[in-house]
């Protein structure tokens, strides 16, 4: 049994770095391949719904008639990347956290 | 004539919803009566609603901290189902991020448990430790909690050369750290003084209340599901882990060794890892019924999965193995004092979305 187990690292955190970082002025790089947010290139998509279908959260709306949309609510997606794998022609990407969506400030 | 304490919903110690009430006889418990259901999601009844495909998502959210083991419970359910064959480096994979949730998961109790007992020091220090096994998560699979690695067939992700170096180095580091902090934990005066002998299980009694993982480990018995060897525990070299004392800090020991045990076993499979797919394509439905069961970070998971050749389960069933250890729990509890009741409540590692689902 030892009564001061602890103090060799106390002194050692003394002269550390800090573990934590200045939040939220200083933000930590996704590491490649994190899956952050969903983002759609429209210009390739052909509105197949594929990606609607194999969605677990149903949080892809895509319709064709009368108008072609791909809707997204971003609130429902569980960030799975299911969608990603799914769709054809490659238009979804998952990007890291800090990029914006093209309607944030 | 005895009165009742309600412990919890809402108690410090608690790190999810679950209530106890506590009959006492002066500081003495007398008798325990669980209440759960503050978290209930209905995940097995929305499982039947989505297809069979989806619910390898869904049934991650089962649990926060072995989401990964979920999924390939549920994934080796459908394989068996459906008579896939994984493919061995997916089996390998499997074991690589199964044996990284274990480590954090054991981390995250143990620091639980030191944050309980008042040692924040040491909890702060444990979880600085386990940020780099999260890390690890994060790069090699995209989610740090949720990993969504597993599917059905075998694995989404990789491991490439990069990867696999940054996944040792962090162990090598986070060993190092442990070396350090995980004598304070089993040596420390304090930390003895609030764990030994308080919550004993009998070896009899762990028997007799279906113990699982570390509680009925830490009353001697060698019960790890591992052993049986699924995917490719049957390849790598490990014994379970067993303690005797039958008391709080007995589990506490099975965990603190299970973290390098765990350690041990990334390297190994890292190791051995042969160069195969990832993946199989599968055709077909799952028909049939089948029961699987996984070791998880607190004991055996059973997974019953019932199809009928359509893209929808007619019935999923999870237990979870805090559901096994309730009765435990109680008795554990019972005839303990009343200051003891977090500590031993924690030294189960309760998890209580898991087993509310
Ligand atoms: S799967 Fe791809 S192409 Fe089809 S609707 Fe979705 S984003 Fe568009
Ligand atoms: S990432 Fe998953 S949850 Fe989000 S939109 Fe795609 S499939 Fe749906």
Redesign the interface.
């Known amino acids: 049994m030892k009564l001061f187990a602890m103090f060799n690292d106390i002194v050692r955190n003394l002269f550390r770095k800090p573990a934590t970082r200045n939040y939220p002025y200083e933000k930590r790089p996704d590491f490649p391949g994190t899956r952050g947010r969903l983002m759609i290139d429209p210009t390739n998509c052909i509105y197949c719904g594929i990606c609607a279908k194999k969605c677990p959260s149903n949080a892809i709306t895509v319709t064709r008639k009368p108008d072609q949309s791909w809707q997204f609510d971003r609130f429902r997606c569980i960030v799975c990347a299911a969608c990603v794998e799914a769709c054809p022609k490659k238009c979804l990407r998952m990007a890291p956290r800090t990029e914006k969506y093209p309607d944030e400030e | 004539m005895s009165t009742i304490v309600p412990f919890g919903p809402q108690h410090p110690v608690l790190p999810e919803p679950i209530q106890l009430r506590l009959a006492l006889d002066d500081e003495r418990i007398v008798s325990v009566l669980p209440v759960v259901g503050y978290v209930h999601r209905g995940l097995e009844k929305l499982a039947e609603q ?1 297809d069979f ?3 390898s ?2 049934v991650e ?1 089962v649990c926060g901290i072995c989401s990964f083991m979920h999924s390939m419970s549920y994934c080796m359910g459908i394989e068996e189902m459906m008579e896939i064959t994984v493919p061995e480096r997916a089996n390998y994979l499997r074991v690589v991020w199964a044996e990284l949730h274990r480590i954090h998961s054991h981390l995250l109790a143990l620091g639980l448990l030191a944050d309980a007992f008042g ?1 924040e ?2 909890f702060m ?1 444990l979880w ?1 430790t386990r ?1 780099r096994i999260m ?1 690890a998560m ?2 090699t699979t ?2 740090r909690v ?1 990993l ?1 690695a597993c599917c059905i067939g075998g694995v ?2 990789d491991i490439n050369d990069e990867q696999k170096a940054f996944v040792l180095n962090q162990l090598k580091e986070a060993e190092a750290e442990l070396k ?2 995980i ?2 934990m089993t ?3 304090s930390v ?1 003084k609030r764990l030994v002998g308080i919550g004993i299980l009998d070896k009899a009694a762990a028997y007799a209340a279906g113990a699982v993982g570390p509680t009925a480990r830490g009353s001697g018995h060698a019960m790890d599901h591992r052993t049986t060897g699924y995917i490719a525990y049957k390849n790598l070299d490990f014994e379970p882990v067993v303690e005797t004392s039958c008391d709080s800090y007995a589990r506490t020991l099975v965990r603190c060794r299970e973290v390098y045990q765990s350690i041990d076993l990334v390297r190994q499979a890292l190791d051995k890892m042969p160069d195969t797919e990832i993946k199989v394509a599968y055709k077909g439905k799952p028909c049939g019924e089948v029961a699987i069961r996984c070791e998880q970070p607190r004991g055996e998971v059973l997974y019953y999965l019932k199809g009928n050749g359509t893209d929808h389960l007619d019935r999923m069933r999870v237990r979870t193995p805090t559901f096994a250890n309730i009765p435990a729990l109680m008795t554990m509890l019972n005839g303990s004092q009343l200051a003891d009741v977090g500590m031993i409540v924690l030294s189960v590692d309760p998890c209580i979305s898991c087993t509310e689902r």
């Open positions: 989505k495909v989806q619910d998502y869904l959210r040692f020091n040491l220090q600085r940020e890390d994060e790069y995209g989610g949720m969504n989404r992700r350090r902090l004598p304070v040596d420390d005066y003895k």
